[in-house]
């Protein structure tokens, strides 16, 4: 996978380097069709911009870019899209879309501090998307200290076991 890839990769990863020397591949939950939804995206950019909470002091700038609202294991749920100011300026990631969220597999399986999804803009196609829990990823925070980590909103804490994506024992 190319999670994994980039975890190898030196000039890329968050691993320690202790880390780096044995490194095998992340732990991945089995792969889960039911983890993988089709979600109806509505559009919400109207917002103002606002300093999303990070696992440090620093608070980087972010605008609401819409919801997500899907079903899993047959009950509606619905994420928040957000888009960060800062990978605005720089045209190679300008399309970059951010889901981060938590589930009742937090400090469980998953990592305690929750997850992240990246979108692109253009996988929205006519108000839908396809929303990928297998591509589910922990933050560099989980990994070694020192990193300063969006912390999932309040509105994005799913209350169903989301059982796919990386795994973490902490």
Same mark, same amino acid.
């Given at each position: 996978?190319?999670?994994?890839?980039?975890?190898?990769?030196?000039?890329?990863?968050?691993?320690?380097?202790?880390?780096?020397?044995?490194?095998?591949?992340?732990?991945?939950?089995?792969?889960?069709?039911?983890?993988?939804?089709?979600?109806?995206?509505?559009?919400?950019? /109207?917002?103002? *911009? &606002?300093?999303?909470? +990070?696992?440090?002091?620093?608070?980087?700038?972010?605008?609401? $870019?819409?919801? =997500?609202?899907?079903?899993?294991?047959?009950?509606?749920?619905?994420?928040?899209?957000?888009?960060?100011?800062?990978?605005?300026?720089?045209?190679?990631?300008?399309?970059? /879309?951010?889901? *981060? &969220?938590?589930?009742? +597999?937090?400090?469980?399986?998953?990592?305690?501090?929750?997850? $992240?999804?990246? =979108?692109?803009?253009?996988?929205?196609?006519?108000?839908?998307?396809?929303?990928?829990?297998?591509?589910?990823?922990?933050?560099?925070?989980?990994?070694?200290?020192?990193?300063?980590?969006?912390?999932?909103?309040?509105?994005?804490?799913?209350?169903?076991?989301?059982?796919?994506?990386?795994?973490?024992?902490?």
């Amino acid at each position: 996978m190319e999670l994994n890839a980039e975890y190898r990769d030196s000039t890329r990863t968050p691993l320690p380097r202790e880390a780096r020397r044995t490194f095998g591949g992340l732990p991945f939950y089995p792969v889960s069709y039911e983890a993988c939804v089709a979600a109806r995206f509505e559009a919400d950019s /109207l917002g103002a *911009p &606002f300093q999303m909470q +990070t696992s440090t002091a620093r608070r980087p700038l972010y605008r609401k $870019y819409g919801v =997500l609202h899907f079903a899993f294991e047959g009950k509606p749920q619905q994420l928040t899209v957000y888009q960060s100011l800062d990978l605005q300026q720089n045209p190679a990631y300008r399309g970059y /879309l951010f889901v *981060p &969220f938590t589930d009742r +597999t937090n400090g469980h399986g998953s990592y305690g501090g929750g997850r $992240y999804i990246d =979108l692109r803009r253009g996988q929205i196609r006519q108000g839908k998307v396809v929303l990928d829990f297998n591509r589910a990823y922990n933050p560099y925070c989980a990994y070694q200290a020192g990193y300063s980590c969006p912390v999932p909103p309040a509105e994005n804490r799913l209350l169903v076991v989301i059982a796919a994506g990386v795994r973490s024992d902490h």
